[in-house]
Each structure stands twice: as structure tokens, then as C-alpha cells.
């Protein structure tokens, strides 16, 4: 298999064959790092129920160790909440929690997270979606294999929530195209060098584009961005308050496969 496998797929490639060749990319990755440097996870969350989803696909993460500084937007922690930490705890993840009042904008909560934070690297994940437990390790590997100021993954999977389908979306070209430089990840996979991050002024203080500012704050800097293949991790759509209306035939149209309910491999981790 050729050292970059993925760049000689097209849309027709099918999952097996993508999977064969992400597991190809890894191994030869992961061959060559001798030592990880530290990794903080921000997280901004205001649904306890999406938060336990993401305390417990954060406790199944195969990066060894890691900081998580959690900040909590006008909610609390439940009972079920505290024993999910405590099991993070357990298993060598530090656990920073903040309170913000439901005033501060998403960008405040986010760039305060990041400035308490002490990681050599920036994790940003998000509440409402999906990670396989290869994720943060995935990312790690990128940076350091690239060189990459930014590391994130393409949005080529999608859990279409009201219709119950996950669409696979894979191309050689544009969004869905992987492992290659670009000015565009998904928000809720970057991973961020943190002198570079600094720089760029964290995630601004708006309440909405706040991995835009980061992204192209970095990039304004000189900074340079890998975008590496998005299966691991599951991009999900819905109608809430949360997330702006989104026609999703967009998605439906442009997708090579869909399965009922959430896409099941060990790569998206155990059952939801």
C-alpha cells in the first residue's frame, strides 16, 4: 500500500477500503513517535444530557492521558456527572471545571477555558457530537507526523438526528477530501498548537464563528492547517435552539452511503 493511501481513493472507495486505509496511516504514524506532548480538551457545555454522552467517550480515548477543562454554561453537575469525572480521574485525566453564567457568549467561555488551561496542545470538542476512541490520539499523530500548527478532521460522516440516518460523504476533492493541507476543518476536531493558538487570540469572544476566528487567526499568522480523515468522528445535525436550520438534502445529495441510526464500527467507538 502506498505511503499515503487515502490520496488515490475517489468517491467510490467503500468503507472497508477507507478503513484499511486510515488503520495503514496510523501504524506508520504511530511507528515513528517516541513521546506525546500534553494535550488539554476544552469543552463548553449547556445540555447535562450531551455532556454524559461526552464524559463517557472521553473515558474510552486511547490517548494514555490528558486534561480536560470543562466549563459548565448555566448548568450543574449531576451525581451521574461526578462519577463519570471520578472515573476520568481514575484513568490519569485532570479535570478543571468552571462555572459561566449564562450572560457569557460561547467565545468568552472558550478562549477563558483555553487561557486556564496548561496543555502544549488545544483540543476543542463539542457536546453534541461523536468521537471514537482513536480521536485524540488520531489528531496527536497528525500534528506531529505534519508539522501542522492545526490538526482537525473532514466532516465525512453526519448523523442526520430528525431523519435518524448517517450519511458517509467521502471525495478526493473539496470538504470531504482528507489528509491534506488546508484552511477548513470541522470546529469540534481541532487540534491547536498552543503558542499558535495564543497568538491568534483563542476563540475570540462572539458567540458564534468561533473556530473560524481561530482558524483563520492561525493562518493569518502563518500559521498551516492538516486536514486528516474524518472516520473516528461523527458531525450531528438536529433542530434545537443550539444549531442554526440546515436544509439536508445538502447533505442526503452529495453522500456515497447512509445507514439507519448512528454508523456502527469499533472506529465511532461502542453503542450510543
Known amino acids: 500500500m502506498a505511503s499515503n493511501p487515502i490520496n488515490t481513493m475517489d ?40 455532556l454524559s454522552n461526552l464524559l463517557n467517550q472521553l473515558l474510552t480515548q486511547s490517548l494514555p492521558s490528558f486534561e480536560l477543562v470543562l466549563g459548565l454554561h448555566a448548568i450543574d453537575l449531576s451525581p451521574s456527572h461526578k462519577k463519570q469525572i471520578s472515573a476520568l480521574n481514575r484513568r490519569k485525566v485532570k479535570v478543571v471545571i468552571e462555572k459561566f453564567s449564562k450572560e457569557k457568549t460561547l467565545g468568552e467561555i472558550l478562549t477563558a477555558l483555553a487561557e486556564s488551561s496548561h496543555g502544549q496542545f488545544i483540543a476543542k470538542m463539542d457536546d453534541d457530537d461523536y468521537y471514537g476512541p482513536e480521536h485524540l490520539h488520531d489528531l496527536l499523530d497528525a500534528a506531529l507526523s505534519t508539522g501542522a500548527d492545526v490538526v482537525g478532521r473532514a466532516m465525512n460522516y453526519v448523523y442526520l438526528e430528525p431523519l435518524q440516518l448517517t450519511v458517509r460523504r467521502f471525495a478526493p476533492h473539496g470538504t470531504q477530501a482528507v489528509e491534506l493541507w488546508s484552511d477548513w476543518v470541522c470546529g469540534g476536531t481541532i487540534l491547536a498548537k498552543r503558542d499558535k493558538a495564543e497568538a491568534a487570540g483563542w476563540f475570540g469572544s462572539g458567540n458564534t464563528a468561533v473556530d473560524r476566528f481561530l482558524l483563520s487567526g492561525i493562518t493569518n499568522n502563518g500559521g498551516k492547517i492538516w486536514r486528516t480523515f474524518g472516520a473516528g468522528y461523527i458531525y450531528r445535525r438536529t433542530f434545537t435552539f443550539h444549531t442554526y436550520v440546515t436544509n439536508y438534502s445538502k447533505y442526503l445529495n452529495g453522500a456515497n452511503e447512509q445507514v439507519v441510526g448512528l454508523w456502527e464500527n469499533p472506529i465511532f467507538g461502542g453503542p450510543r
Open 11 to 50: 468517491r467510490f472507495t467503500s468503507f472497508s477500503q477507507e478503513i484499511q486505509a486510515i488503520e495503514a496511516i496510523r501504524k506508520s504514524r504511530r511507528s515513528k513517535i517516541k513521546k506525546y506532548p500534553t494535550v488539554s480538551v476544552v469543552v463548553s457545555t449547556l445540555r447535562p444530557s450531551d
